[in-house]
């Protein structure tokens, strides 16, 4: 019997009366690329920080390659080869860029891998490279634009060498060039290979995104959250021609 | 390895000074400071002078380790006199009870304070901002109660008094005093620009960020406590061995604030910042003595006018006025160029 890459079962979370998450099931193949959609409020920020340990679910389990993740802290879960990045971008911003980054390379888990990869800097500037930002690689984090922001949340999660990245809204505020742009590192990514001294394996992904039509050429699989349950789940093609989510996002006819 | 004979060394030497130190006023003024220091009881033996120097020193290093721990990781410490205290008081116990000499004590000294940053770091791991600067502003009250509550172990009020000196001649202590301190300044510094320093530079910007790039932020802060604990607590050793003192005085909640103070006027998260504001304000609080009721006023009011000018604090005030950063590749030049020295960009 093989594991799954990624099972997560009964994922519980209440924040006092409100049910953010409530009793979500779902499991994922190694090198699929996900998409998590729904409403406004529909839970999927409160899961994706459920999964890394930034939140404590209330009950439920979440196995990574048949390791439990609940109860873990959130250090030791990138550890583990799950890395993220936050909706509301979370720089270090009195911090050159290019330190941003190697704070990322200098977790135990980057150190470990990539043996030829000794100095910390080159690969840090691999990782700037990757994302398209290492011209600005001695700039101060607060003098970057949104977009260029959204580049560093994923170089910042690309250079802990994850398996699963889980992208919260890499979209979010970014104008049609640069979410194209965006889509595009995205896509490359997953193909995997060698970004300079930065070997990637093609991680999987689950992504949180609103910018649907983007999503769709991205992802193999959708899930659905409303109000916290699981309301659908397939390919982007069965997801959007489902009565359930058209109805979530447009609301019933009335008359019917 | 074939030997290198020392002309060629020397001309290395002259070059590294010449392409490394000359090229910025900060570091000729850092290198002038280290050679007056060293060359000043060539000059003058005054005993008075010698003192205040020596006590600069102490304190210099217990500003900039406060500055490791607060300025950097961002967990405000109002009580930093817990381990200038601890270090004080257990190396004079050690000393007067024990006999041991200055050269193992202070360093124990040390250790019990590193060990107190582990007993103080672990509670206030949960803690930030207000209820971290209360929590460890307690601490040092409670050892004070300590202290009085068994006076005939800590000598109470009057403290432990009759501890040897380090040495016994004027120049020997003196150089004892300021060459630790340089050494210190040194290591502190080597630690902040070295890739430990970044993730403590990471922890105050934003600690769940850090924490979701892989690190263990748990282990880095209370590594800053200890770090920060022992060169506070080397610093309380050798105040003690220095005044044959170790009394209640050193624990006081002004002592902590004196401490914040200096630093935050030299500027945070720099560790040079509070070292120069000590080699400032210290010697000033001395020149004003002569007119002692009007002391603690002139002390603040020149606090106050330098916190709302310079709010960086005076080293980088002084350093932006004398020197600019390179637009292109971040690196410092002389504000008198007109092009970047490494990449010829143009400076404006």
């Known amino acids: 019997m093989t594991v799954p890459f990624l099972e997560v079962e009964g994922l519980t979370k209440s924040f006092g009366g409100l049910r953010a998450v409530n009793d979500v099931k779902f499991r994922m193949e190694q090198k699929e690329v996900l998409g998590l959609i729904g409403p406004n409020g529909a839970g999927k920020t409160t899961l994706l920080r459920l999964l890394t340990g930034i939140l404590k679910p209330d009950s439920g389990s979440v196995r990574f390659k048949g390791k439990e993740l609940v109860g873990h ?134 992504i949180v995104e ?22 659908a789940e397939g390919t982007p093609e069965e997801v959007v021609n489902n009565p359930r989510v058209i109805e979530a996002y447009l609301g019933q006819q009335g008359g019917q | 390895m074939t030997m290198i004979s020392p002309a060629v060394q020397l001309k290395r030497l002259v070059t590294l000074v ?31 002078l010698i003192r205040v120097i020596i006590l600069t020193s102490v304190f210099a290093i217990l500003a900039a380790s406060w500055d490791l721990l607060s300025g950097f990781t961002g967990q405000m410490n109002f009580g930093h006199a817990l381990f200038f205290g601890m270090g004080a ?48 502003m307690a601490f040092p009250i ?49 630690i902040t620009d070295s890739h430990t320093g970044i993730i403590f530079h990471a922890i105050r910007e934003d600690e769940l960020a850090v924490r979701a790039s892989g690190i263990n932020t748990t282990r880095y802060k209370l590594m800053a406590f200890c770090l920060s604990g022992f060169f506070a607590g080397i610093s309380g050793g050798m105040y003690a061995h220095y005044m044959r003192i170790a009394g209640p005085s050193t624990l006081e909640v002004s002592m902590s604030f004196s401490v914040v103070i200096w630093a935050v006027f030299g500027g945070l998260a720099t560790i040079y910042g509070p070292i120069a504001a000590v080699f400032v304000l210290f010697p000033f609080l001395e020149f004003v003595r002569f007119w002692p009721e009007y002391r603690t006023m002139i002390f603040a009011v020149v606090v106050l006018l330098i916190l709302l000018y310079m709010p ?16 292109r590749c971040k690196i410092r030049n002389v504000a008198t160029r007109k092009s970047c020295r490494v990449c010829t960009a143009l400076l404006d």
């Open chain 1, 73 to 206: 802290k959130l250090w030791d879960i990138v550890n583990m080869g799950v890395a993220c990045t936050f909706q509301n971008m979370r720089p270090f911003r009195r911090l050159p860029i290019i330190a941003n980054v190697m704070v990322s390379c200098l977790s135990p888990r980057s150190m470990g891998r990539g043996e030829w990869v000794k100095v910390v800097e080159a690969k840090a500037m691999d990782a700037l490279e990757f994302a398209g930002i290492s011209d600005m690689a001695l700039e101060k984090a607060s003098t970057l634009s949104q977009g260029d922001l959204k580049r560093l949340e994923v170089a910042r999660a690309v250079a802990t060498d994850p398996e699963l990245l889980l992208l919260d809204e890499p979209f979010g505020g970014l104008s049609p060039a640069e979410t194209e742009l965006m889509a595009k590192s995205i896509r490359r990514l997953h193909k995997g290979g060698r970004f300079g001294r930065l070997h990637s394996e093609g991680p999987a992904m689950i």
């Open chain 1, 210 to 231: 609103h910018k649907l039509q983007q999503l769709m050429k991205i992802v193999d699989r959708i899930v659905v959250l409303n109000f916290g349950t699981l309301l």
């Open chain 2, 18 to 48: 010449r392409t490394e130190v000359l090229v910025l006023p900060s570091r000729v003024i850092v290198a002038m400071f280290v050679l007056a220091l060293l060359g000043l009881p060539l000059v003058s033996q005054n005993p008075y």
């Open chain 2, 89 to 136: 008081y257990t190396s004079a116990l050690l000393n007067i009870h024990f006999a041991i000499p200055p050269w193992g004590s202070v360093p124990m000294g040390a250790l019990a304070a590193v060990l107190t940053g582990l007993i103080v770091g672990i509670p206030c791991l949960r803690l930030r901002g207000t209820y971290l600067a209360l929590t460890t």
């Open chain 2, 142 to 190: 409670i050892l004070m109660g300590i202290v009085f509550a068994l006076p005939d172990l800590t000598g109470g009020e009057l403290g432990i008094s009759g501890l040897q000196r380090l040495s016994n001649s004027l120049v020997g202590n003196y150089y004892i005093y300021v060459v630790t301190m340089l050494v210190l300044s040194a290591v502190m510094w080597k």
């Open chain 2, 312 to 327: 960086e604090g005076i080293v980088h005030w002084a350093r932006d006025k004398m020197e600019k950063e390179c637009p």
